[in-house]
């Protein structure tokens, strides 16, 4: 009986926290809401701060009062940890600095784990404990989900000192300074990342009738599976309204259209999909020499990746679980595109 109250409190408890996370990132999104949550995580590491540091109490430790008197008393000295790591977060979210959320959050999930921790070994078992101590059993659980939410739209300068710890730039600091670069060696508009928006975006003229756009961003969920994608997608307009067709290393199955697998050096097939207009034919001979221009572009070709064609143009997207790297040869992919943009122009509307 007492493992099936266990489970049930594990899932109630599983459940609330997947809604709080829910509700926490959808008011983290509004400048009100952010507001909010920077007074909550302010009074919130505050009071834990002081409520451990000299106001817990169990029944257990009867005429003791608070974590650093359990420890003047003989108790381990780590217990000191969370009183500490809560006064760094209290201490940090007062210094007016763009890019400390990520320090929060960091802090704020280490008060979450040491304040769980530390209470199951203070209270040993016993439920009588003051009510200092399960309010900051209570905060600790949703501190960690408004240090999470108040990291998504703290966006310091690239070039900033904490631009190296942002958890927003993680695995993507490095391609997006060498994105940078790239356009500014090239008659290019560049939009940095930016309070409203993590993504920068590259674009300008590739050659008279092709201009190109370079988007590198970050997609964050917060829940309790939290996730993050992070993306490259090159995008490259064309006079012509190009044929839907897609490339990639999964197969792509499409009624009526043309369908081949292409062998690589690499020895991965790609697979490629192209859909002729109604009552068109595709001759034999353009798939020739298109085969060869597609394969060429493997080495730009993910497991995540898929390029496809767009109204008016064509896009590559790249996906990426946690590292973006540095050097995505963008020249040789830029070329590639337009080579085969200029092919399927061929048979496509203009």
């Known amino acids: 009986m007492e493992a099936l109250f266990g489970t049930l409190f594990e899932k109630l408890m599983g459940a609330i926290f997947s809604a709080g996370a829910a509700k926490i990132g959808n008011l983290g999104a509004r400048r009100a809401g952010r507001t909010f949550l920077f007074v909550f995580a302010l009074l919130g590491t505050g009071f834990i701060a002081v409520a451990s540091a000299f106001l817990w109490q169990t029944q257990r430790l009867a005429g003791i009062s608070g974590l ?72 600790g659980l949703v501190l960690a989900l408004v240090g999470v939410a108040l990291m998504f739209g703290d966006i310091p300068p690239l070039d900033s000192g904490m631009a190296h710890v942002s958890l927003v730039y993680w695995g993507r600091l490095r391609h997006l300074k060498a994105l940078r670069q790239f356009a500014r060696d090239r008659p290019s508009q560049v939009t940095e990342p930016s309070i409203t928006s993590n993504a920068m975006q590259v674009s300008g003229p590739l050659d008279a009738t092709h201009n190109v756009t370079i988007t590198n961003s970050a997609t964050y969920k917060l829940s309790t599976s939290n996730a993050a994608v992070l993306s490259v997608k090159i995008k490259l307009s064309s006079p012509a309204d190009i044929l839907a067709f897609a490339l990639s290393l999964k197969e792509i199955r499409i009624r009526d259209a043309i369908t081949r697998t292409l062998k690589t050096p690499r020895k991965v097939p790609l697979y490629f999909t192209l859909q002729p207009l109604p009552g068109q034919t595709i001759p034999d001979a353009f798939l020739d020499r298109l085969t060869p221009v597609l394969a060429a572009g493997r080495p730009f070709i993910g497991k995540l990746d898929i390029a496809q064609a767009t109204p008016y143009g064509l896009q590559i997207v790249h996906n990426y679980a946690s590292f973006v790297p540095r050097d995505m040869q963008l020249v040789a992919q830029l070329q590639w595109l337009r080579d085969l943009a200029v092919l399927l122009e061929e048979v496509s509307p203009q």
Do not use: H
């Open 68 to 139: 650093i008197d359990y420890v003047q008393k003989g108790g381990p000295a780590w217990f000191l940890t969370l009183p500490i790591l809560a006064a760094l977060a209290f201490v940090l979210l007062l210094i007016p600095l763009r890019g400390r959320f990520s320090l929060v959050a960091l802090l704020c999930v280490g008060v979450m784990g040491f304040g769980l921790g530390e209470l199951a070994s203070f209270q040993g078992g016993s439920y009588d404990v003051n009510w200092p101590t399960i309010v900051s059993m209570l905060t």
